[in-house]
């Protein structure tokens, strides 16, 4: 096929011309096959040329530098490694976001970083840890399980009855569970089936629910389908406490933030019992609540209210001043929310607001304060930022993250913002 240079543009015919004049057949040496070429190229007045488009460069690309080290656009291994280091350092201005995941049959934890929170949110997964079961719940702690004054670790209740504790600071090293917390002992395979040994004091059933104490700091609770809670001491690995007052698969654990020795527990038959770990003889109080409960959060502005969220798409609120020991007597709820179509699976109060999570409960009398879809497919669990009382991170049936700045909706800019410079201001 034959080209017509002539009525091709300058740079393109140079490059055609350059093609044609490499590509002849050489008679003996090749040499004057490519200064015929040169020639038709006319490169003596090639610098005359004013509309002539420089192909090989960018003008700044050119630039001569005397040393790679003042080429800023020569980078070598350890400028790559330092900018991986850095990428691995948690920043205090920065939000840290762990989710448990599962892929192709295999559990993980994904430790995200969330820089610039306030801001242009950049997230990305800081590293990941490879989990040999399926992650049921978490619960992060700080109980410094290897020394130190504090530890950086992540609870997680798995299918088999253990709890695995991981170090969420090492990276790309050992991945086994740095603790764990009953599980199995032993499993003997022989013709009528399997024989199964649990280690001491172990769950026997899947773990369901985790729930640590912010101020005992080395007391972790589990919930259990095998309808039993536990209270555990992260320090010497040992079951200090187990309680037997569900009838059903227990859910669905929760701490006071003021009243430290007192757990909520919620159940698959239908109950929320209280309990008081100062009285461990007591039975503690009981509240019907008509289905399956999913989860429980205390109100943290008030230390007497909670709420529990139920398969049936309600959120029901419950003052414990009016608890009974009178198991007979029907409590009733202080407020009963319609709030979903379907199972309620997550709730999170915003830390910093008084009375909203996207609903405004103020006055036990709950509205709407904002909705949106995030895609996430069906939600199971989402939670505020104690940091970023604002950003709210949600994960679904998708299998990915998503973030939500909350005062990004108007309606609750217009109605919140005040908190949200309260809350920078004292910070």
Request: proline share 4%; hydrophobic share 40%; glycine share 8%.
């Amino acid at each position: 096929m034959s080209v017509d240079v002539s009525k091709q543009p300058a740079a393109i015919e140079q490059a055609l011309g350059a093609a044609n004049a490499l590509g002849k057949k050489a008679s003996g040496s090749s040499f004057p096959d490519i200064a015929d070429g040169l020639d038709e190229l006319n490169m003596d007045a090639y610098d005359d040329e004013d509309d002539a488009i420089d192909i090989l460069g960018m003008g700044i690309g050119d630039t001569f530098y005397p040393s790679n080290e003042l080429d800023p656009y020569l980078k070598d291994s350890n400028d790559n490694d330092s900018e991986e280091a850095e990428d691995m350092v948690v920043k205090p201005e920065d939000a840290v976001v762990v989710c448990a995941h599962v892929k192709d049959e295999m559990g993980r934890l994904l430790v995200n970083i969330i820089e610039d929170p306030d801001g242009d949110i950049n997230q990305y997964v800081r590293n990941d840890i490879d989990i040999a079961d399926f992650p049921l719940c978490t619960a992060w702690l700080d109980c410094p399980i290897k020394g130190g004054e504090k530890g950086n670790f992540m609870a997680v209740g798995m299918m088999n009855p253990g709890i695995g504790i991981w170090d969420l600071d090492i990276i790309n090293e050992d991945e086994r569970a740095a603790l764990t917390l009953g599980g199995f002992a032993e499993i003997q395979m022989n013709k009528k089936g399997n024989k199964i040994k649990y280690k001491e004091d172990s769950h026997t059933g899947p773990v369901l629910a985790l729930a640590w104490n912010k101020v005992y700091r080395n007391i972790l609770a589990s919930g259990s389908a095998d309808k039993t809670v536990k209270i555990w001491d992260v320090a010497t690995a040992k079951c200090k406490i187990t309680m037997e007052h569900h009838t059903d698969k227990v859910q669905a654990l929760a701490w006071n933030h003021k009243e430290h020795e007192v757990l909520l527990s919620g159940s698959v038959d239908h109950t929320v019992v209280m309990r008081d770990g100062r009285v461990p003889s007591h039975s503690g109080f009981k509240w019907s609540v008509g289905a399956d409960v999913e989860s429980l959060a205390w109100n943290p502005h008030d230390q007497h209210l909670f709420v529990a969220s139920l398969d049936n798409g309600t959120v029901v609120g419950f003052d414990i001043r009016t608890a009974t020991s009178n198991s007979s007597t029907e409590l009733k709820p202080k407020f009963t929310l319609h709030a979903h179509d379907k199972n309620v699976c997550a709730i999170s109060y915003n830390p910093s607001v008084p009375n909203v999570k996207l609903w405004d409960l103020s006055n036990n009398q709950p509205s709407c304060v904002a909705s949106k879809n995030l895609k996430a497919g069906a939600v199971f669990t989402l939670s505020f930022s104690e940091d970023y009382p604002f950003l709210l991170a949600i994960a679904g049936s998708r299998g990915n993250l998503k973030l939500w700045d909350t005062l990004s909706d108007v309606c609750v800019s217009k109605r919140y913002g005040t908190y949200a410079r309260q809350n920078i201001a004292s910070s």
